[in-house]
Nanobody
Framework: QVELVESGGGLVQPGGSLRLSCEASAFALDYYAIGWFRQAPGKEREGLSCVSGGRGNTYYADSVKGRFTISRDYRKKMVYLQMNSLKPEDTAVYYC??????????????WGQGTQVTVSS
């Protein structure tokens, strides 16, 4: 069984920071990379970042590169997304998902329920 649970969303002011957490089952961590996605109202789903299950290679979309950092902790079965220098346009529901591959070509499969991030003054 693949289970993913996001947490850490909330309301933050522009320029602030949040750390999102994704608790993943051991099965998910063993067989998939883990990625972060977001979807804002009226916009398409956007892939943000992922970390591979092998060497831990990471990928970042241009929209978040230099501001967001993905990390993993296999012992705690957690994947994190540290978000700094947040902007109002970062407002969205954020999801973690298992992905096949990690990089320019990656495909999500199983999803968490999402956590709301609102960046507003």
């Amino acid at each position: 069984q693949v289970e993913l649970v996001e947490s850490g969303g909330g309301l933050v002011q522009p320029g602030g920071s949040l750390r999102l957490s994704c608790e993943a089952s051991a099965f998910a961590l063993d067989y998939y990379a883990i990625g972060w996605f977001r979807q804002a109202p009226g916009k398409e789903r956007e892939g943000l970042s992922c970390v591979s299950g092998g060497r831990g290679n990471t990928y970042y979309a241009d929209s978040v590169k230099g501001r967001f950092t993905i990390s993993r902790d296999y012992r705690k079965k957690m994947v994190y997304l540290q978000m700094n220098s947040l902007k109002p346009e970062d407002t969205a529901v954020y999801y973690c998902a298992t992905t096949v591959g990690c990089g320019v070509n990656w495909t999500p499969s199983y999803w968490g329920q999402g956590t709301q991030v609102t960046v507003s003054s």
